[in-house]
């Protein structure tokens, strides 16, 4: 019997070679973000904090031409989301936008590998009000240095 070694490059998977790049146009990349976006708004709403009902009401979820938008128009939405010393009851926590994102993520890479994970960059806007953009055009960061 005859074994062969294989040496993979956990660098060159985590930041880069897409694969999935090479076969999806950008109506596809377009259709995996908003796949992306309907496993994170569960996640969203169980993370966001609540005390009184209005920061998780203040969502807004917007398909656009390149992707999707979340955003919260609370104008406490920032500070909520940023500030990490402050107690949330779980599962809420700080950052649960991002939180949510990179837990779809990881969910996606479990259920169809690293390699079938298209690139699209992601922009996290604080001011003047919370917004998470995940796109197809060149702007914020890829998903990989996001996460």
Not at 115 to 132: D, K
Request: charged share 25%.
């Amino acid at each position: 019997m005859i074994y062969m070694q294989v040496h993979v490059n956990i660098k060159d998977l985590i930041n880069g070679a897409v694969i999935a790049d090479l076969t999806m146009n950008e109506k596809d990349k377009k259709n995996f973000i908003l796949a992306v976006s309907e496993r994170m708004e569960d996640l969203v709403f169980r993370y966001c904090p609540r005390d009184k009902g209005n920061l998780k009401k203040s969502l807004t979820v917007k398909e656009t031409n390149t992707g999707i938008t979340f955003t919260y128009s609370a104008p406490y939405a920032p500070y909520v989301h940023e500030i990490l010393y402050r107690h949330h009851a779980k599962p809420t926590r700080a950052k649960w936008l991002t939180e949510a994102l990179k837990q779809a993520l990881k969910e996606l890479i479990l259920e169809f590998g690293n390699e079938n994970i298209p690139s699209f960059n992601v922009v996290l806007s604080t001011n003047p009000i919370l917004e998470l953009q995940l796109t197809t055009e060149k702007i914020g960061l890829d998903w990989r240095e996001f996460v």
